[in-house]
């Protein structure tokens, strides 16, 4: 099975970004029709769970146009701190952690910017 994780750990402008995703990779059909079907362990608390839901419809659309496979994606683990960590930090963390896992480019669909602390999604 396939692993991946990412962690974001800075200080832009004095200001903490931390975060950390863990996922899997559970199955994957090569000529099917191109789907991403991610699923987030029970053990994810509810207040990050509608955050990653927006990351993972980003990936989904990413997805849709640069392959023709489907895959079934796990988010296994995340770890995070709510004084620190915002929900753009949680999303710029799974869209890297997903992307890597299923080989795509994370830069195409989010940049941060590491002199002012800003997220850009691009098109």
Same mark, same amino acid.
């Given at each position: 099975m @396939?692993e991946? !994780? &990412?962690r974001?750990?800075?200080?832009? @402008?004095?200001?903490?970004?931390?975060?950390? #995703?863990q996922c899997k990779l +559970?199955? !994957?059909r090569v000529?099917?029709?191109?789907?991403i079907? =991610?699923s987030?362990? *029970?053990s =994810?608390g +509810? !207040?990050w769970?509608q &955050?990653?839901?927006l990351g /993972?419809s980003l990936?989904e659309?990413?997805y849709s %146009? $640069?392959a023709n496979? &489907?895959?079934?994606v @796990? =988010?296994s683990?995340i770890?995070? %701190?709510?004084?620190?960590?915002?929900?753009m930090m #949680? #999303?710029y $963390?799974l869209i890297h /952690? $997903?992307? !890597? +896992?299923?080989?795509i @480019?994370?830069?195409?669909i $989010? &940049?941060?910017?590491e002199?002012?602390?800003?997220? *850009? %999604?691009?098109?």
């Amino acid at each position: 099975m @396939n692993e991946s !994780e &990412y962690r974001l750990k800075k200080i832009i @402008n004095g200001r903490g970004y931390i975060a950390e #995703i863990q996922c899997k990779l +559970l199955e !994957e059909r090569v000529n099917s029709k191109c789907q991403i079907d =991610i699923s987030f362990d *029970t053990s =994810i608390g +509810l !207040e990050w769970q509608q &955050y990653l839901k927006l990351g /993972a419809s980003l990936i989904e659309y990413h997805y849709s %146009f $640069v392959a023709n496979k &489907y895959l079934k994606v @796990n =988010i296994s683990s995340i770890t995070a %701190f709510p004084i620190d960590t915002t929900p753009m930090m #949680i #999303i710029y $963390v799974l869209i890297h /952690a $997903v992307g !890597e +896992l299923i080989g795509i @480019n994370p830069k195409e669909i $989010v &940049y941060l910017d590491e002199q002012s602390g800003n997220f *850009t %999604f691009l098109r």
